[in-house]
């Protein structure tokens, strides 16, 4: 028992390097203000701590080492604060909890702002420690603790976090903490950020701080829907004859994954999904309208075209996806949003999209609404038909020429027939015809804010959070989100988290190639110059060899479908051994049509 918290989970996570998990001293009682600060990360069983060191956060940093024997919070060592954040919002994609992370003064949070946006616009919770150097000026040492000192630190980020704070005292950080986890992890989900001043760190306390139990401040908090607006939505489905229900951000949950296919089934409900966001029902299933991707497709346009009732489940752009059906005039179908998400809209961020035309508004948490309604409904879910393994492709011809991604996926699906796979990352390019997703944690979404770089770090805190099940991290990235990357492997070698990445390596930023494309085009001007400051080549980047620097098993690269079988087995033995693997795949550029369609269209003016 820690001496100024009450008992809590004692039980710390295995050591992922036993190197740096030093014998236990004696139990003390907290000296320090770092000390009360970290104990209280304990007593919340935050697990892991993500980190690239500073001075800022040095008194935190003896705290959880020396005093708590890095157990929990466990530190990971990362090389960028990007690869830091990225690795908790991976962690956060498959539990839905906050994992720590800790960020130096204001150059580090400067370094981390990309991996928080991309969280933000992701939904997903985080805990973000921040620190300062003395707000006394008169104790700053000279010229490093002055240029690393921020009157307001929080402002950096407060735009794309939920809440931040910076407390007075060790007190008032234990509080600090308390509410900023339960706030991260409450829906809407988003990260939260923490600074602490060094002064607040290093104090001595004069006494133990009062025992206080976080159970007591950390209060369920679930949004649901009033009994009068589930009347009211059960009776616009019993009226309707073409429904259709927009499955948008939802949980990993395969409790609700039921219920959301018991409900559609139910009501024989078209079903769209997006590759924006986490796996949330069955692209194979009949009533699966289309096929997943980044923008609908025309078969599930149609769907929508022909529906008398649309049911948003917190779908990311309602508003743009009325504008792809009906061109501005108003839906003839009714339409329902659910959705919690309007509490984080503000004025910073343009992230919420735009407004859309709603008949009726649900102020409330998706999975607890389809709960509700399955009851209201008489409809009772059944957990039969979740968690089918991958399963093997049907034949298709061999590529002669250069790899597409369809035969990327071939190969891929061939040689993890019959495993468990989750889908950490994928690149643009991607078809969701090529993947079926039928559970919760087969595909885990998209970075959220569009920053590249992130698909690395994403696959190893997903990694993380998978490590010791049944399932197979695999993160698919482009060559360009893999380079600005790469060294977040680092940290997967130095934790023995094993997974697979796959570069579809294309040689070139092609979304920016196709946008060059258009503006030459729309200006009269060639379109054959579109590669110039777009192509990564001469020289080719050396990507296996990028991930053997690492401490990866690197392979490739790969350029036709024979190597890409060899490679696929070699690394999935690999990942069997507990390693990283790595694979390079030469592919040729493309996107989908709705993809291109969505690029290319003409600029509209709003009535």
Known sequence: ????????????????????????????????????????????????????????????????????????????????????????????????????????????????????????????????????????????????????????????????????????????????????????????????????????????????????????????????????????????????????????????????????????????????????????????????????????????????????????????????????????DRPRARIVQVSVDSALHRGWSMDYQALPAVDLYIRAEPDLLVADLNEALGLVAQSAGIGAPVSAPAAQAVATEQLSMADLAHGLRKCLAGREVSLTHLPLGWDGALWPLRHPLDFLGSDGGGGVGAGPGLTVGAALALRGSSRIPLGICGDGDFLMGATALWTAVHYRIPLICVVANNQSFFNDEVHQERVARARGRAVDNKWIGQRIADPDVDIAGLARAQGAIGHGPVETAQDLARACAAALLDFDQGRVAVIDVRVTSGYTPSMMNALTEPERTEP
């Open 1 to 328: 028992m820690t001496a100024d918290l009450a008992p809590h989970d004692q039980s710390a996570p295995e050591a992922l390097n036993p190197r740096e998990r030093p014998p236990l001293a004696p139990t003390t009682p907290p000296m320090f203000g770092s000390d009360a600060i970290a104990e209280t990360l304990a007593a919340l069983n935050i697990p892991y701590i993500a980190l690239n060191p500073g001075a800022s956060f040095r008194g935190l940093h003896d705290s959880l080492v020396n005093h708590l024997g890095n157990r929990t919070p466990q530190m990971l060592l990362c090389l960028h604060e990007e690869h830091a954040v990225a690795l908790a919002h991976g962690y956060a994609k498959v539990t839905g909890k906050a994992m720590a992370v800790a960020v130096h003064a204001n150059v580090g949070l400067m370094h981390a702002t990309m991996a928080v946006f991309n969280a933000w616009c992701d939904r997903m919770p985080l805990l973000l420690l921040g620190a300062t150097g003395y707000q006394d000026a008169a104790r700053r040492r000279p010229w490093i603790e002055w240029i690393h000192t921020a009157r307001d630190q929080g402002a950096l980020v407060r735009g794309f976090t939920k809440w931040d704070d910076q407390p007075g005292s060790p007190a008032a950080a234990r509080e600090s903490l308390l509410r900023a986890k339960w706030l991260s992890e409450s829906a809407p989900q988003a990260p939260v950020y923490v600074n602490l001043d060094v002064d607040i760190q290093e104090q001595a306390l004069p006494a133990p701080l009062p025992p206080a139990n976080p159970a007591d401040f950390l209060p369920e908090a679930g949004i649901g829907a009033s009994a009068s607006q589930i009347a009211e939505l059960a009776r616009l489905i019993r009226r309707a004859e073409r429904p259709v229900l927009l499955m948008g951000r939802v949980s990993r949950c395969a409790r609700a994954w039921a219920q959301r296919l018991c409900l559609a089934e139910g009501i024989q409900a078209r079903v769209l999904t997006d590759l924006k966001i986490g796996a949330a029902f069955p692209t194979d299933h009949a009533l699966h309208a289309g096929t997943p991707g980044i923008y609908a497709d025309s078969t599930a346009l149609s769907a929508l075209k022909r529906a008398d009732l649309i049911i948003s489940l917190d779908w990311v752009d309602l508003a743009g996806l009325q504008r792809e059906i009906f061109a501005g």
